[in-house]
């Protein structure tokens, strides 16, 4: 082997080693008792492997007067990312479609507006979806957050499905047409059957933008209506009193864990629309 | 005869008829289907936009109250300390963050371009950090940077006492670690779309070079990164954009402090907004980082369209 060569392994193990770093800290600091690290340092081999802080974080620590660990943080996510997922795809494939094949007067104009939504900040939004969850009495309920997230998703999900319909020849839809079939016959017998490959990048995409978000979380629910992102923030303040960091390792690894298990499982798809999402 | 052939005719009308009502149906469930998610989106986007807009230009606190106070707003906005602050630390933290993470991501994709072994595993160690929440991974380097238990601490506890390293405590410093964990996280990112970039060269150019006696230190200079240079202006314009929307990093890792050090933009907005509930205020805020966004973003546009121009007479 050249040296050339062997910076260049030297370099790449070192930098992986540096990127792991953090997740391996939480790793061994979930494994050991939170008395020992506050009297050694976040960064020591435990003295012996202890479990208990899972259980503890899961259902048992006590945050914001309520000692019910991350449990119904954990489920209050999960009730969010899952149907917010699967309609803001089943409304952005449709949108995709209508825009792309369908065809109607202005379509570009409204797909341009659509993908607008990728660029504007949250920000911008704050004060209409205060008002608007407050007249849908949504207003500190997972089921507001699913109305915020359908809607902005599917500024994301009809570019990725419109995109990627573009592929798909006119003539197809033509030859459909003429044997009689309709909007939705086309859509459920043709459209829907060529899809899992972008279905699949926009479910990943959606899943891990909607349960790694915090800014609406923190925003419109409080107390036990909160996702987990919201929470362990909530939980971080709360405890600088009184620092529990082996329960708080674990709690942070098990939020952590549904996407980190979705990019392990589904890093290729995961990529393509970070990518695709991006360069528009 | 003739009545039995009547029947006949009135059973085909009110066939027919039953027909015309499905078909008009299934089109006004057709309009509705193409029309009504699409609305509700477009709508949404012009619409809020607006919205927000015209709060910011009216006296609204804590409700909204529609009367118009011209640019009243925006002048107390901008003479705050905490909104001074934030342009600042954009300016400090969104070259820094960028700068940095475009090298270091050109630098991994360098060397994973080099047929090294294990290419996979490394790619999936460079990019996992983006699959986590800021809320996750801020929360793990406020941790190791905490100077009581983080790496202050365990470089003492092996011997050297006098060793400091409390940035994120230091006013004048926390900046740089928002700066540091932001490398931590988008480097990755980059890595994947220069490495996208520099696989996607083409492969007579390469052979071209080669044959003139290119090494591999000319090949990157001279050949590649040329050939690839639009990309760097795509990361570059990516990275900035999620550098002036950013707020969970700073809101997990020093939440703004110490004392306002380390304010953004968006945190700004966000203090209006919800903690000292001046809506109006607020807007006015949300309206200026929407429009040092669109500095951004614009010249990017036309930038896109001009090349697909190019492109399509080529």
Known sequence: MKWTRVIVYAALIILALLFLVPLGIVVVNSLRSSREIAATSLIGWPSHLIFANYGQAWNRFCMAEHCWGIEPYMLNSLTLAIPATIISTLLGALAGYSISLWRFRGDQFVFGLVTLGIFLPEQMKLIPWVVVLRELSLMNTIAGLILIHTVQGMSFTTLFCRNYYVGIPQDLLKAARIDGAGFFRIFWRIILPLSPPILIVTVIFQFTGIWNEFLYGVTFTSGGQQPVTAALIALSAAITSEPIYGEQSAAVLIAALPTLLVYLFGGRYFLRGLTAGAVK | ?314
């Open chain 2, 1 to 314: 005869m003739r009545t039995g052939l009547t029947l006949v005719a009135a059973k085909q009308d009110a066939g027919r008829e039953q027909g015309v009502w499905r078909r008009r149906f299934v089109g006004v469930l057709t309009e509705l289907a193409i029309w009504l998610p699409l609305s509700v989106s477009a709508g949404h986007v012009v619409l809020f936009t607006a919205w927000t807009t015209w709060v910011s230009f009216t006296a609204s606190s804590l409700m909204p109250d529609y009367t118009w106070v011209g640019l009243r707003n925006y002048w107390a906005v901008t003479r705050t300390a905490n909104f001074q602050i934030a342009y600042v630390n954009l300016v400090i933290f969104g070259f820094g963050f960028v700068l940095l993470t475009m090298a270091l991501g050109l630098l991994l994709a360098i060397l994973l371009d080099q047929r090294v072994r294990g290419e996979n595993v490394l790619r999936t160690i460079f990019l996992y950090p983006l699959a986590v929440s800021f809320v996750v991974t801020g929360t793990v380097w406020s941790w190791l940077l905490n100077p009581g238990l983080g790496l202050q601490r365990v470089v003492q506890n092996l011997g050297w006492q006098d060793f400091r390293f409390d940035w994120l405590v230091q006013s004048d410093k926390a900046i740089y670690t928002l700066i540091f964990a932001g490398v931590w996280q988008g480097a990755g990112f980059a890595m994947a779309l220069f490495l996208a970039g520099l696989r996607s060269v083409d492969a007579d150019l390469v052979k071209a070079a080669q044959i003139d006696g290119a090494g591999p230190w000319r090949m990157y200079r001279r050949v590649l990164l040329p050939t690839i240079w639009p990309i760097f202006i795509t990361v570059f314009v990516i990275l900035l954009r999620s550098a002036i929307t950013s707020f969970d990093l700073v809101r997990a890792l020093t939440g703004g402090g110490p004392g306002i050090s380390t304010m953004l933009p968006t945190l700004v907005v966000y203090d209006f907004m919800f903690q000292r509930s001046e809506l109006g205020r607020g807007s006015a805020a949300a309206v200026l980082m929407l429009l040092s966004l669109v500095v951004v973003m614009a010249p990017y546009g036309l930038y896109v369209r001009w090349q697909r121009q190019r492109q399509a007479r080529a």
